[in-house]
Nanobody, 122 residues
């Protein structure tokens, strides 16, 4: 299984971006999907996640009300809509699938995308 994250770029503070995560096989609908980010010199941290059917979502406190995870199983693609971006949101963003345990634990996810860079300027 391969995951392809895309949609990153350079945006000014207060702006928006939508990241996409496409799965190489039609397995997206079977698994929960998560988003993580890693800033330079920092550990990978949880951003948000969505259950396999979209019935449940989880978010890291600093992004609640600004970010939204969604999925389109028919297109085999998940999304991370990011609004009101802040410079501290600057990081490499990763999508992940197939988790074991709490969604906030990076070590519990099996499949990872390559990451897409988000840079927020002040």
């Amino acid at each position: 299984v391969q995951l392809q994250a895309s949609g990153g770029g350079l945006v000014q503070a207060g702006g928006s971006l939508r990241l996409s995560c496409a799965a190489s096989r039609r397995i997206l609908s079977a698994y929960d999907m998560g988003w993580f980010r890693q800033a330079p010199g920092k550990e990978r941290e949880f951003v948000g996640a969505i259950s396999w059917n979209g019935g449940a979502t989880w978010y890291e406190d600093s992004v609640k009300g600004r970010f939204a995870v969604s999925r389109d199983n028919a297109k085999n693609t998940g999304y991370l809509q990011m609004n009101l971006l802040k410079p501290e949101d600057t990081a490499l963003y990763y999508c992940a699938m197939l988790r074991s345990g709490a969604p906030q634990r990076a070590t519990g996810w099996t499949y990872w995308g390559q990451g897409t860079l988000v840079t927020v300027s002040s």
